[in-house]
């Protein structure tokens, strides 16, 4: 299966060209299948992308290499429901899809093509999940957990995307790669968790970072100056108590360095 090094987001998606997709899918990131002779059904792709990208045009000409042909379901995490059981033979989860808007004037015209009048179930065999799960607007992490139980394969895995809603287990990890790599080898920012205000005790330097919770894109973080705003940051952080926070020193950058990996073989860096 092939893999890509982070979790979706609406910085780097436009980094993945129609033609690359495309091609990655129809190849053995795909699970093993029936051959189109064996069974008269398509495959069923269910994506995850509530904006301007028409997937269905992309995977148009696009067949596994068995020859099967793709049917792409495309939606968003806020309009599905996922059903899922062990005692039918049929191990797929069963997704309900529900009417949807479309998310600006630009996009109006792809989804009056795209989205359903009424809802509608289906059982993908595949997803590619191009949308975030959790952002401070929406928690779609039940759905991820149904998606999970029923062992549905996908690009990204849904154990990275799980993983990712989590940026105290994220960041474990990547620590953990750093006491076995080095820091010549695998460089990581040093950071201080609290598990909630009451343990937060920042000693390190300063400007520094502090990031609540599990938001990203520039949310839930301040740059604090020095010890005196920290304070003030720590009176702030009171009022939502039960929220773990990051602190870490503030590291003047010119540009971000993207490192894409897809497969064994493939690599990106923009």
Known sequence: MWHFAAGPSKENKNHITQ???????????M???????DSPST????????????WVKIFSTTKLTNGQEITVIQTGWEHILVHADTYTNDSRPLVEIRPSSPTSASTASLWS?????????VRPDFILVRNEVYTPKFDGRSLLSGLMFAS???INSLESIKLFCDRAACMGYLHRLNRQLGNDVFPVIPQHFSSSSESFLYGYKFPAVVKVGSAHAG????????HHQMEDFR???HMIPKTFCFAEPFIRSCYDLRVQKIGTRHYRAF
């Not at 033609?19 to 990131?29: A, E, P």
């Not at 699970?31 to 002779?37: D, H």
Request: net charge positive; aromatic share 6%.
């Open 19 to 29: 033609k690359q997709s495309s091609k990655y899918v129809s190849q053995s990131s």
């Open 31 to 37: 699970p093993k299948t029936k051959t189109a002779s």
């Open 43 to 54: 495959f069923k792709l269910l994506v995850i992308q509530l904006d301007d990208y028409d």
């Open 113 to 121: 093509k795209l989205c359903p009048s009424s809802s509608k179930t």
């Open 152 to 154: 549905l394969p996908s």
């Open 219 to 226: 949310a839930g973080k301040m740059k604090i100056h020095d």
């Open 235 to 237: 009176s702030v952080l």
